[in-house]
Each structure stands twice: as C-alpha cells, then as structure tokens.
C-alpha cells in the first residue's frame, strides 16, 4: 500500500502513536520492529543510533533504542509488550539505513511477545491509511527512497553550469552517498535525464514544489553511461 507516496506494506502491523511497526515471524514467534517511512522521511539523514540494555519482559510503549538526525532526536518504542531478543547490529555503524531501508534491513529490534496473539490485534495498514494521510498533511511530510547526504541549492543559474557542479559534487561522495539538488531552472527535467544517460548516475526521484525542481541522484561504484559523452568524473 501507498499513502500520498510514503510505502505502507501490508504485510506486517503498526502503531501509529509511536510510528513503528511490527512484522511477526511464525516459524520463530519473534517480531520484528522498525520505523515507519514518513518518520525516517520527515527527520532526515540519521546520524546515530543507541540502544537501551533492556533485560526481560518490557511493556508497550519502553524506549527500545534513540536516533538522531541533524533536526529530530526520538525514541523507537515497543508496539507490544516482550523482550527484546536481537538489536540490528547494522544500524550502529550505519545508522541512515532508518532512512533508505526503514521496512528491511533498517529494521530495529526482535522482540519475543509476551501475548504471541498481541500482534494481530495492532491495526493493520488498511485500518491507519487515512490517520497516516492526515498526519502526513499536518507534518507535511515528503516520503524520500533515500535521505540525501549533502544539499545543492542552484536558483538562477543555467543548467549546464549547474551540471558541471554536479559532476564535482558526485565525484567527491562516497559509493552510495546521495545528492540532493534544487533548482528554479524549468529545462531541469529534460537536462536530468541527459546527464544520467551521459554519465550512469541514477536519477533515484523528482518532485517539484512551486517553481522549484528536486532531484536526487545516488553515487553508485560502478555507472554505465547509455550514450556516448564524458561520464562523471
């Protein structure tokens, strides 16, 4: 499922309070929490990740671990009462997996529930869309598929002269590493499609906002441009 553009997936439950959601394992009767995608959205690129010690059984709503991001510090907080059996040893050393995989390998914590039923009686996707879409109107939220690394604000320079930034700005990042670019120049959406063909960066999403075009383009390890021309340098 899908709500104004933030992924919802139907095959786990939420609690919308304290936007997370829990996904259950039969084999196992472990479940798996994590954040949902218009909180990772709305924080922005997470910077670090702290668990808390936490021994035997803990009710709803206990602090299972603290994120930070550059303007947003919360608690992930337990859906259902359980113990927490497994912390994603992944999120300390990276902690932007919140934000460019919060359904999968940005998961948080395994908890064992305390009522293995628990976790058919929290809503399902279909039950929390419409408060989810109100929330997201009130917050005013933009689901990203990444969380940018760095910004390029570029009003009312020419195209061409803000695609040679780009090569720069892209050589310089890491593989993986994303580029978030702005800019008023109305041929940008055309002109982007040429430099990703021109360079094999991957153009990840647009949106624009007013007169304002946004792009966001992902430093990948090996690009394959799809015409002849100079790749990013």
């Known amino acids: ?16 309070e304290h936007d997370v959601w829990a996904k259950a394992d039969d084999a196992s009767g472990l479940v798996t929490v994590g954040m949902m995608a218009p909180l990772a959205s709305f924080a922005g690129k997470f910077v670090a990740v702290t668990f808390r010690e936490l021994d035997g059984p803990q009710p709803v709503g206990r602090s299972v671990a603290t994120v930070e991001s550059y303007r947003f510090t919360g ?27 919060p359904y999968d390998d940005g998961w948080v914590v395994r908890i064992r529930p305390s009522d293995p039923s628990a976790w058919a009686e929290l809503p399902a996707a279909s039950d929390i869309a419409e408060p989810l879409r109100a929330k997201i109107g009130a917050m005013r939220i933009h689901c990203l598929p990444a969380a940018p690394d760095v910004e390029m604000f570029e009003i009312g320079a020419e195209c061409q002269a803000i695609l040679v930034r780009l090569d ?13 670019l702005v800019t008023d120049d109305p ?28 792009f966001l383009v ?7 441009p799809r015409r002849r021309g100079v790749a990013g340098r």
Not at 1 to 16: A, E, I
Not at 168 to 180: M, P
Not at 187 to 214: F, K
Request: hydrophobic residues 40%; charged residues 30%.
């Open 75 to 101: 608690a992930v907080r337990m859906p259902l009462a359980g113990s927490v059996v497994e912390r994603n040893p992944r999120l300390t050393a990276r902690p932007k997996l919140l934000n460019d995989a």
């Open 218 to 224: 992902r430093r990948i390890a090996t690009p394959v």
């Open 187 to 214: 041929t940008s959406p055309i002109e982007m499609v040429r430099w990703s063909d021109r360079t094999g960066y991957p153009v990840l999403h647009q949106w624009a906002e007013a007169n304002l075009r946004h």
């Open 1 to 16: 499922m899908d709500v104004d553009g933030c992924p919802l997936p139907d095959d786990r439950r939420y609690d919308l």
């Open 168 to 180: 720069e700005e892209i050589a310089q990042r890491a593989v993986d590493e994303v580029v978030h």
